[in-house]
Each structure stands twice: as C-alpha cells, then as structure tokens.
C-alpha cells in the first residue's frame, strides 16, 4: 500500500516506535490483558489515553455551562449536579486507536497493540434531564462538549471539544459521571465530571467537561474532524463512532518476559476473555487453536447490564506442541470480528483477532 503524503499525518514501515510514540506511552496506559478476568476493572488498571495535560481543576470553583440554543440557560455547580437523581451504569470503553500499533504502514500515534478497552461502573446524572431543561430549541442540531484540557493538534489551538447530534444526546443511556466503580473520579478519568456514551469510542466520553453548546450548525473542531475512517488522505471519510465487534483472551499459562509468548502445561485449561459490540449484544465467539483453520463455539455470557462486556469460556485439552491461539465475536447485528487489518489512515477502529502464540510441554 502507498503511504499518503501531507497534511500531519506521519507512517512508518518499521517496527521500531518513534521517541513521540513512546513518550505518549509514558503518558497512557492500557489493561493488562489478564485484568480481562475482572468484570469490572479496577480503576487502577482501566486504560487511559488523554490527548493533552490533565486539567488541574478545584472542585469548589469548577462549574458547568448549558447554553446556546436552548430556551434556558444555566449554570451548575459540583454540588447542584451532585443534588440530582444519580444513575449508575455498566459500560465497556475503548479507545478507537486500539489496534493501531498492527497496522503496516504505521500511523504514528499512540501505539495501542489490543489492550485500550475496560469496563467500569459509571455513576452520574442522566444527560437528557439537563437538556429538557434548558429547552433545547428546534433549530438546534448538534450539543457541542468542551473539556477543560487545552493543546494543539493539526497545527490548531483549541479545547478538546466533541459534538453528539440531539437526537443521540437525548438517549436514556447518556450520563454525565462524577464516580468510577462507586468513588470520584481521578484526574486521569475526568475530575469533577466527564460525558459517557454507552456503545461509542472513547474519543466521544470528553472528559473535564465544562460546557454544553447546542448548535445550529453541525461542528467541525479539530476532535470532531480527527476521528473519521479515510482510506487516504484526500478521502473525507465517515464519522467513527460505534464500537466494532471484538473479543480478547486472557493469555493462558505463564509469560516469557519480553515477548509475552505463552507457556502452558499440557492438560486441559479452561480458555477465557471478554466480548463487546456497539451495535447490539454479542451473539457468539469462537475460539482456534490452530491459527484460524478449524474454529469452536466458546460458551458466553451476558455482561452486566446493555452495555457491558460478556465473558467467553472455552475448554481446551492442551498437548504438547507450539499453537496459535485466536478467537472471534460476531454481534446481534450480524456484525463479525475480522481476521485481518483494516487499514486506514488514522489507525483507527482495528478490531482484527487477536493471536496468541503458546508453547504447550
């Protein structure tokens, strides 16, 4: 494949990360894989990725605007969104950057192999309530998010700010969060509060939120903008949002330090992971031993609540040998985890199987 030239975008054909990429992955973190054993991951271990420096903010002095076209404007404090009917929900995230160190050309960027994705227990107010009562007015389009962290990115200086259509906003499931697994959040996830979108990637759950805009006009900020799937540079693309089917395993055995290669026992071992989908619940996974040449059905079950993960188990009498362990999800809508990479220019959205390599004795 041709590597596209211009604008910022930048590709390597090597192996080797750039000092860029590995200072970023200084910054983030993702989850261990064996942390998909969890159902809900600690806050410790859930993946982060933050585009600029964490906000350092004051709970007493930090305050939330809803305005633009809306009938009433308002202002909250922490403690007026704090004073409202809280709802907690099970919701699976992950990044849409996740995958992107497969790809070949690389787009340099935060180097994610499988590991940005966890599961958490959000708790906060219901978007929707918010927004009837500011009256959002008929001519309104879109609600722009802006959080409170501040870079540069594509040469331009801006907050980063996301747009959600009225009619997704308005969704029963969209809350505004202040707590994280029953405690508040930590900076790195948001303090005081940040949106969540169940079933979406996380570029779209800002963080730090400060204020909600509803428009006229569709936005076009830098964020807005970033995340779309382009074949190359001159394609204007389609918006990412929904998360694409995928599963994960817990890497059986012990690990060889540096590659991660797997040394399993031989006997039979009990193979688990996770699955989740934006686009409806997981109808199957299966499981391969050989590469992907002969698959079998893995057991499932639901995740906590509609926008949890499910757990996949799947027995497996191990002999002796050298395997390539791979599984697959496929979704209620028909959606299936792909065998393959699906280049595009941002390295966004590779939900491609995973393998693991696994030396039985």
């Avoid at 501040?150 to 308005?170: F, I, K, M, N, P």
């Avoid at 817990?250 to 193979?271: E, Q, S, Y």
């Avoid at 028909?334 to 696994?358: H, Y």
């Amino acid at each position: 494949m041709a590597v596209p030239h211009g604008e910022s975008a930048r590709f390597s054909d090597s192996p080797l990360l750039t000092p860029e990429e590995l200072q970023l992955a200084a910054r983030n973190h993702s989850l261990p894989l064996e942390a998909l054993r969890y159902d809900v991951t600690p806050v410790g271990l859930h993946y982060v990725l933050n585009h600029f420096d964490i906000p350092h903010l004051d709970a007493r002095e930090w305050r939330l605007e809803i305005g633009g076209r809306v009938a009433r404007p308002f202002v909250l404090s922490l403690d007026d969104v704090m004073r409202r009917e809280a709802v907690t929900l099970s919701v699976v995230l992950e990044c849409a950057g996740n995958g992107r160190a497969l790809l070949s050309p690389r787009p340099i960027g935060m180097p994610w192999l499988f590991e940005a994705v966890s599961a958490a227990r959000w708790t906060g107010i219901r978007l929707r309530a918010l927004l009837e009562e500011a009256g959002v007015r008929d001519d309104a389009v879109e609600l722009v998010f802006s959080g409170a962290d501040r870079g540069v990115q594509a040469g331009v200086e801006h907050d980063y700010e996301r747009s959600l259509t009225v009619a997704e906003a308005l969704r029963d499931e969209m809350i505004l969060a202040y707590a994280m697994n029953g405690a508040p959040l930590l900076p790195q996830h948001g303090f005081p509060l940040r949106l969540v979108v169940p079933g979406w990637y996380g570029m779209a759950h800002v963080k730090w939120l400060t204020r909600i805009t509803a428009t006229d006009m569709p936005f076009e900020g830098v964020q807005q903008n970033h995340y779309r799937y382009r074949r190359s540079l001159e394609d204007r693309g389609v918006p990412v949002t929904r998360m694409r089917v995928r599963s994960l395993m817990v890497p059986p055995g012990i690990p060889d330090f540096l590659t991660r290669t797997r040394h399993v026992r031989a006997g039979r071992h009990m193979l688990e992971g996770r699955a989740w989908s934006g686009h409806g619940s997981i109808r199957s996974v299966e499981v391969s031993t050989d590469g992907g040449a002969n698959w079998e059905r893995a057991s499932v079950e639901s995740g906590e609540g509609a926008h949890g993960w499910s757990s996949w188990r799947h027995a497996w009498d191990a002999r002796p040998g050298t395997y390539e362990l791979v599984c697959r999800a496929a979704d209620a809508a028909g959606n299936v985890q792909p065998p393959d990479v699906d280049w595009n220019v941002r390295g966004i959205a590779n939900n491609c199987s995973q393998r693991v390599k696994a030396i039985v004795a």
